[in-house]
């Protein structure tokens, strides 16, 4: 006997099979689950280890009860009875309102996921029953946003509250209307078209690439951004075998498909590299699959890739920082042993070369020791000051300002050299920071010095300074929040390759006569107010971006 699908009565019933909804549910849950454990997976070095908890267990429920519900309706043939409906669309409330929260609450693009739940539950329940569930995911969704926000129940909030409620009293009232009308099918269709659009139209606002092949490595979908990375153009390459493409352009990720279509292995976060313009840009890739989609087309198998160059571009900043602390450590260290001999040998030297006795090759070997004595004397100063760079106080100033003074010194440094100009891109109003004005003065008055050394003649140095907003920023900075951002870029040749994997470290220079400690010092003196250091590359030039975050307190100490 055929079990109903809602209420008691035969005249209740939902207007379609619902295994063909269901189906879609299960690869939205799937595709959810996935994308949102993937995302704190890449940055879980870099957020809160209960968010990864988290998304684990999102993850592993979504997988464990997609698999049970399709063993029961594709595999056993079961109809869905009312129980199985409440327990599948209750989930995914669970799971959708666990996502909003780990993706930032009112602002994230998953909440509109809350409305193709409702209507769902509007197409498969009767309609008191959906209003029921709509009900329990407003609450949901509000109490989250409500705790996450103070207690501050905002407009924007109510708006989508009232949405959500329209949502589902529109898409019940239209299901009872097809079910009295038997138009179900066709209605039906365009239903679910629907949900498929607004389905891309969240996924196109993912910060990933998603692609989905068949078993015969034929494109079925592929978002912006991923087809953005691999250099497809959308829609002409969707149903084209896509694979010796991929293969192409990354062979990574062609291997951890076509190891998941030929024998269903699973790739977790694995690293590949993607070729694009003659760079080759890492990535991380995961890949997963959904047995038996809407278009019959057998086994789909899905790839989420990240670029992950700007997080390990962070990385490699930190690494940076803990070896220069530790190079400043042991500077300082040698610095104070080697001073006090070397003041002593100066004194006796000088004494010795002043005897009446001494004779003219004496006296000018003396100087040659004296000379060479200074000159060392000198170098360790510098080498104190390197290991001593910190925050001394802390007050309000201008970025912008402190930004102009050290152009304005740089500029008249006798090292300019010829007709080199610097031009500043900062602006009209003042831009405050908590911060130490003498250090990252002297941070900024390095660098620019070091572009204008760098610079052929008759040729301009760009400073840029921004506020950034968090969005705007490389993804995978540590801090969270506006930053500031300050460009340097010059027009030389670019920075060798012996010395740019030790840029910053002491005695990393080119030029000659020139210590190598002054990228060092800067690099430390913004260490010191929790910012980073980037450097881009060419023949035709480097540019420096500094990133330094607007909340500084409390500062830190690079002592």
């Not at 890492?282 to 198998?301: F, K, N, Q, Y």
């Not at 009446?356 to 070997?365: I, K, N, Y």
């Not at 911060?435 to 008759?458: G, K, M, R």
């Amino acid at each position: 006997m055929e079990i109903p699908l809602s209420g008691n009565n035969a005249d209740e019933q939902s207007p379609l099979d619902p295994r063909r909804l269901l189906r879609w549910i299960y690869l939205g849950r799937v595709a959810v689950a996935t994308v949102s454990f993937g995302a704190t997976l890449v940055g879980s070095l870099l957020v809160d280890p209960v968010s990864t908890v988290v998304a684990t267990t999102l993850f592993v429920t979504a997988m464990a009860l997609t698999a049970s519900s399709i063993i029961q309706t594709e595999v056993k043939g079961r109809t869905p009875g009312p129980a199985f409906l409440y327990l599948q669309l209750m989930y995914d409330l669970l799971l959708i309102t666990s996502v909003v929260h780990l993706s930032g609450g009112v602002a994230s693009p998953f909440a509109a996921l809350y409305i193709l739940v409702m209507a769902a539950a509007a197409l498969l329940l009767p309609i008191g029953s959906s209003l029921l569930l709509a009900m329990l995911g407003s609450v949901l969704y509000a109490g989250d946003a409500v705790a996450l926000s103070g207690g501050d129940l905002s407009a924007y909030l109510v708006l989508q509250l009232v949405v959500f409620t329209l949502v589902a009293v529109g898409t019940g009232y239209i299901a009872t209307q097809l079910q009295q009308a038997g138009e179900g099918r066709g209605r039906l269709q365009k239903e679910l078209a629907t949900m498929e659009l607004r389905a891309a139209d969240i996924l196109e606002n993912i910060r990933a690439g998603i692609i989905t092949v068949d078993d015969a490595g034929r494109l079925l979908y592929a978002n912006s951004e991923g087809a953005d990375l691999l250099g497809f153009v959308l829609p002409q390459a969707i149903g084209s075998p896509i694979l010796a493409r991929i293969q192409a352009a990354s062979p990574g990720m062609e291997t951890a498909l076509t190891e998941h279509i030929a024998g269903g292995l699973v790739t977790s976060r694995r690293e590949g590299l993607l070729l694009r313009e003659g760079a080759a840009v890492p990535l991380t890739i995961t890949t997963t699959s959904v047995s038996g989609d809407l278009r019959d087309l057998g086994r789909a198998t899905t790839a989420i890739f990240f670029d992950i160059s700007d997080i390990k571009r962070f990385e490699e900043a930190n690494l940076r920082a803990q070896r220069l602390e530790a190079v400043a450590e042991l500077s300082a260290s040698l610095a104070h042993e080697i001073k006090n001999p070397l003041a002593s040998i100066q004194s006796a030297v000088e004494q010795l070369s002043h005897r009446p006795s001494a004779s003219s090759d004496e006296r000018t070997l003396s100087a040659l020791v004296l000379r060479e004595s200074e000159h060392l004397s000198r170098l360790l100063s510098e080498f104190l000051d390197f290991a001593r760079v910190h925050v001394v106080r802390r007050e309000s100033i201008d970025i912008g300002t402190a930004v102009r003074a050290a152009a304005r010194l740089a500029e008249a440094h006798p090292d300019r050299g010829a007709q080199v100009g610097i031009v500043l891109d900062l602006p009209d109003g003042p831009l405050l920071i908590v911060a130490d004005e003498d250090l990252l003065h002297q941070a900024f008055f390095n660098l620019i010095l070091n572009a204008v050394q760098a610079s052929p003649p008759q040729s301009e140095i760009r400073v840029r300074l921004r506020l950034l907003a968090e969005r705007e920023q490389p993804k995978g900075r540590p801090s969270s929040g506006p930053a500031y951002s300050i460009e340097v870029r010059d027009s030389g040749g670019g920075i060798p390759a012996e010395i740019s994997d030790r840029l910053f470290e002491p005695f990393a220079t080119t030029r000659r006569g020139g210590s190598g400690l002054g990228l060092a010092v800067a690099h430390r003196a913004i260490a010191a107010h929790r910012g980073v250091i980037l450097v881009d590359s060419t023949p035709s030039g480097s540019c420096f971006t500094v990133l330094i975050p607007v909340e500084l307190t409390p500062l830190g100490a690079v002592s």
